[in-house]
């Protein structure tokens, strides 16, 4: 159980912008921050943080909050795990509780999963560096290829023994279920034997961006040909390789701060990079490149430079990657190394300025490269010269950017010496077959290819009642305990037995106005949400007489900070359209706190006679006694008199 104390800390100490930009690439619009959303495929701006308020607000999923619910969301800690996350990253102590047998148990299947992997990578890595096998075998492997024992240290390398249960006969000793040894892919279950997945490799932990340990990949010291050399952990619960980077976690903030990224094959390609200086790193890890993958770096930057070894013969099928770059609107550039060389090898044998210098020269835009490669396979066969055209033509028809399109077409056009015009019109032929199937695609997930007349499209209602209710909660939290003058209103029959509306100028907190005239006007919240949100608010307010946001906050449940996040966000949309850059001006709402609290108030009267009206209407409809009826007329009269005099208050034409 973690006191009051250290999460009060945590909130205290941990800043909003910098645990979300070690996963999302921000950048400032005005007092705030807006980036790509991290839960949807989007190239649009959609994800807004506020650090005055310490809130977030994804407008493309509608997901928002504060700090804790950010990390419980994108990484599905639980609400003691992103806190011990937060207190780590800013060096805050906490007490650890040993977990027992029976609480291990406990836990949920997802997050045994993830305990049994951290397990896993502590046992492993200290294997290798206590055990006289593992500095036998596995330490001196690591070192032989130049890895320095800070650098074993950083990415926490590991060996598992070369004994076939050596690992799941510790856990199982330690309380940790042969079920889900055998869910992570650690242990292998065959009928009553259980064998440990890894025996006799060294290991290499595969962390999630937030260093969570998801897997490990795992590479075989020995000639033995009816081995797999490599060896990954299978798909589980918490890992799928095609929507993980191997070297993210290490890298994202150099890839934020330098605003590229490396991406190469192997393991030890990204540890030699990073042991030599350059951390901007990460790889695919063997496999194919995937567009989860992609939206990962996407994520940190929109730059990615993508390495090659020298081997020629598998580079054709290498660079089928790049247009899925292309496609995802990331800016690609390739660089290969000398044949004989690869990422791993080169860093090792060079220093970091040869190393800088070498990628600074050699990479090239990936049209250029592309044409240099398909062309001096080419050569002078006018049908091979055709074909690399075309292939060119459609890596560039990926491009979701039109301005990109057309300045790469030139581009081409310049490298292959053919005319922009038969190139336009190749780009055209491509990208209307691409909708064609696009369309006949759609049209057969549907079910059906008849033509459905288009349904009339339902226009959605504004409710009233909702806006306003919410208004009020946002005023109370930015602005409650602002001392104003206010206006306030009474009514008084004249003479001629007009109502009439007086006022008197008094000067009180915003909390107490809104409070006053809600409770003098009987009025209560008709959204349950709201009800509890304003209920809470008020009484923070009665006892302390000011409200510090963030505090306030983190205080909330999961559930009511989602609800004060879309609440205090709503208003941050037009900056993701960048608003004043187009010379239209939103006010501050702080320049007219008073304006804004009394039209919310009497908007929100005038809505309520407008129903009050409505009501003895329908009531009128039904009544048969003439005397009620024409008291109820009077009544509605009555109403609607008031109802002028606020619309005119409001400055509104009714």
């Keep these: 159980m973690i006191s009051r104390s250290t999460i009060d800390a945590v909130f205290e100490t941990a800043r909003l912008e910098e645990v979300i930009g070690d996963f999302v690439q921000l950048k400032k619009s005005g007092s705030n921050f807006k980036g790509l959303s991290p839960f949807t495929d989007e190239r649009t701006p959609s994800f807004m943080v506020s650090p005055a308020k310490q809130i977030w607000k994804d407008f493309s999923s509608g997901k928002g909050g504060n700090v804790v619910s950010f990390l419980m969301e ?188 490396y991406l190469v094959e192997g393991y030890t390609d990204v540890i030699q990079f990073y042991q030599k200086g350059i951390k901007n790193v990460v790889s695919s890890s063997g496999t194919a490149l995937t567009p989860e993958q992609i939206r990962l770096v996407n994520r940190l930057t929109k730059n990615i430079t993508v390495l090659f070894d020298g081997d020629a013969a598998g580079l054709r099928a290498s660079i089928r990657g790049i247009d899925l770059i292309l496609e995802q609107g990331l800016n690609v ?66 491009i979701p950017d039109v301005i990109k399109r057309e300045v790469y077409i030139k581009e081409c056009s310049r490298i292959m010496d053919i005319s922009e015009e038969v190139l336009f019109n190749t780009l055209a032929q491509i990208l209307q077959k691409e909708k064609r199937e696009a369309s006949k695609k759609h049209s057969i997930q549907k079910g059906s290819m008849e033509v459905v007349p288009k349904e009339k499209q339902i226009t959605e209602k504004v409710n009233t009642l909702y806006e306003l209710e919410r208004k009020i909660i946002e005023i109370l939290l930015l602005y409650g305990e602002k001392q104003e003058e206010f206006e306030e209103l009474f009514l008084e029959t004249n003479d001629e037995n007009e109502i009439t509306l007086q006022s008197v100028k008094q000067n009180a907190k915003v909390f107490e106005k809104i409070f006053l005239d809600l409770h003098e006007d009987e009025i209560e919240f008709t959204n349950p949400e709201f009800q509890l949100l304003y209920q809470e608010i008020i009484e923070h307010y009665n006892q302390h007489q000011n409200l510090q946001l963030k505090d306030f906050i983190s205080n909330l449940p999961p559930d009511k900070t989602e609800a004060v996040t879309h609440i205090l966000m709503e208003d941050e949309k037009y900056r993701l359209d960048d608003w ?65 005099l606020l619309s005119q208050k409001l400055s509104r034409v009714m």
């Design 333 to 398: 550039k390739i660089c290969t190394f000398p044949e004989g060389e690869d990422p791993d090898s080169y860093a090792r044998n060079h220093s970091l300025e040869e190393l800088t210098l070498y990628l600074e020269q050699n990479s090239k835009d990936f049209i250029n490269f592309k044409a240099s490669l398909l062309a001096s396979e080419a050569k002078n066969d006018p049908i091979k010269k055709a074909e690399t055209i075309r292939d060119m033509v459609e890596s560039i028809a990926k």
């Design 74 to 261: 994108h990484e599905h800690f639980t609400y003691p795990e992103a806190i011990r996350y937060l207190a780590r990253k800013y060096g805050i102590e906490i007490e650890e509780t040993v977990q027992t047998d029976e609480q291990k148990q406990q836990a949920n299947e997802r997050e045994s999963l993830y305990l049994v992997s951290e397990y896993a990578k502590k046992y492993f890595h200290n294997t290798l560096l206590k055990t006289e096998e593992g500095k036998a075998i596995a330490l001196s492997y690591f070192k032989e290829r130049g890895f320095t024992l800070e650098t074993i240290e950083t990415f926490e390398l590991g060996y598992s023994p070369n004994v076939w249960d050596a690992f799941t006969s510790q856990a199982i000793k330690d309380g940790y279920k042969l079920e889900y040894l055998e869910k992570t892919g650690l242990t292998i279950v065959k009928e009553e034997k259980q064998f440990d997945r890894f025996k006799g490799r060294v290991l290499f932990p595969i962390l999630s961006m937030s260093g969570r340990t998801l897997g490990f990949g795992g590479r075989i010291l020995t000639n033995d040909k009816n081995v797999a050399k490599y060896l990954n952990s299978p798909e589980s619960d918490i890992y799928h390789k095609s929507k993980v980077l191997y070297g993210i976690y290490h890298a994202k903030k150099t890839i934020t701060k330098e605003d590229n990224c």
């Design 580 to 644: 004043e850059r187009k010379e239209i001006y939103v006010k501050d709402k702080q320049q007219s706190v008073v304006q804004l609290v009394s039209e919310t108030i009497l908007n929100l009267r005038r809505y309520l006679i407008s129903q009050k009206i409505e009501a003895i209407s329908q009531t009128i409809k039904e009544e048969q006694d003439a005397t009620k009826k024409k008291h109820f007329l009077q009544e509605v009269m009555d109403y609607l008199s008031l109802k002028k």
